[in-house]
């Protein structure tokens, strides 16, 4: 009876993950995990990159202004002193429209590269959640595994003592260092699979593991589609490319040019220089093969962005559904398992009674541990589950931890 109570009170107490005094949670792993991610890493130059964009389709020409200078004289046949100097200062100008479209391009790109940034960040939170629920499934086994070789220990000592005194034949010595056996063996298999769980979430979060994984909770209400981080990405895109069509719509054609001339010529030595100004704008004729492929780039690329929006909408949305069933089924599951341990617990009560009586072999008796044991390992798995179901719902509605 003793060792029943003890086994129960091992199990309940160590086997699941607290929520007491945390050293870390998931809100913090995250934001550790995220300073190491690449796309963090270059988030300041995104960022000048779409402020500069953004100040180029503001400014009065699509591209800064030129200056030339040019020189003709006679010095290497006649060389009479004629002497002729030009002065050009030229600059592009917009074309119809395409100042506004410029501005709705680089006002797109900057909320395409926001969103992108959002997505990034949703998938390095689902890499982070099945990292962190491995961690504390793998340690619950190890708990499990640890109150498996202490019962065997204390069973294998009782055992050995009622052996000497003639209470028990040499097989039953035998089974119960079988027992002891097995379950250091399985203890040493559960420490592996922890340290490579742990070696797996320091990897993303650059520090160690800590003592306590808290489980993260639900939103207040459910956030609604548009809002998911994977939605605003793809709607993002679309609007990028809708913009980029409509740029290539009103470039047409390479930029025309304005340019201001300065002329100062003399003839020969005896002439004085004689100053003439004038103005040149040069507009380029439209190539028809290069606007039909800029056009035919810009389509492309908004019907792909349109067909990838559908397919995200119809992947966050199943992804939802198919959370919402898991996190049901893994409540279902953990109320059976605390029903299960309630009757093994009882079982194993009656079979070590059983065996102090000398009502039944050893056999019984560690088949009733077993169970025991198999039902509160079960009830534990099913815990982590349950939290772990709560992750990747908050996952599947696009909820950062």
């Known amino acids: ?38 796309l963090a890493a270059a988030s300041a130059a995104r960022t000048d990159e779409a402020l500069a964009r953004m100040e180029s389709a503001n400014g009065l020409t699509p591209a800064p202004a030129s200056v030339s200078l040019a020189n003709v004289n006679d010095q290497l046949n006649a060389n009479r002193g004629k002497q002729e100097w ?38 390095l939170a689902a890499d982070l959640r099945e990292a962190w629920w491995a961690l504390a499934g793998a340690r619950n086994a190890q708990t499990t595994a640890q109150d498996r070789l202490h019962t065997a220990n204390a069973l294998a000592l009782d055992v ?6 003639g209470e028990l034949a040499r097989v039953d010595t035998n089974l119960a260092q079988n027992e002891q056996m097995a379950a250091q063996a399985e203890l040493v298999d559960t420490q592996t699979a922890v340290a490579l769980a742990e070696q797996n979430l320091q990897s993303l979060t650059g520090v160690a593991p800590p003592d306590t994984l808290p489980a993260e909770a639900g939103p207040a209400q459910t956030p609604p589609l548009e809002a998911h981080p994977l939605m605003r990405s793809a709607n993002a895109a679309t609007q990028l ?15 025309p040019t304005l340019a201001v001339r300065m002329l100062r010529s003399r003839s020969d030595l005896n002439d004085s220089y004689a100053d003439a100004l004038g103005i040149k704008l040069t507009v380029p004729f439209s190539s ?19 067909a990838e929006l559908a397919q995200v909408q119809q992947r966050v949305q199943f992804a939802l559904d198919s959370a919402r069933r898991d ?14 341990v309630q009757l093994t617990a009882d079982n194993l009560v009656l079979a070590e009674t059983s065996f102090a009586l000398g009502e039944s072999d050893l056999s019984t008796l560690l088949r009733a541990r077993a169970a025991a044991l198999e039902a509160h390992a079960l009830r534990n798995r099913y815990q982590v589950g349950v939290s772990a179901a709560q992750s990747r719902l ?7 931890p």
């Open 1 to 38: 009876m003793k060792n029943t109570i003890a086994l129960t009170m091992a199990i309940t107490v160590g086997g699941f993950v607290h929520l007491g005094a945390q050293a870390q949670n998931l809100s913090i792993a995250m934001e550790q995990a995220w300073s190491r991610h690449p």
């Open 86 to 123: 030009e002065l050009e200062v030229a600059t592009p100008l917009w074309l119809p429209g395409q100042s506004a479209a410029r501005q709705n391009e680089a006002t797109a790109l900057q909320a395409e590269m926001v969103t992108r940034q959002q997505a990034s960040r949703l998938q």
């Open 160 to 165: 050995q003592r009622r052996y000497k005194v």
């Open 241 to 255: 490319a809708q913009s980029r069509l409509q740029l290539a719509q009103h470039s047409s054609r390479e930029a």
């Open 288 to 306: 028809g093969s290069r606007v039909r492929q800029e056009d035919a780039g810009a389509r492309a690329e908004l019907t792909q962005a349109d």
């Open 327 to 340: 996190k049901s089924a893994a409540e279902r599951q953990l109320a059976f398992a605390e029903t299960r």
């Open 394 to 400: 908050n996952q599947s509605m696009g909820v950062l």
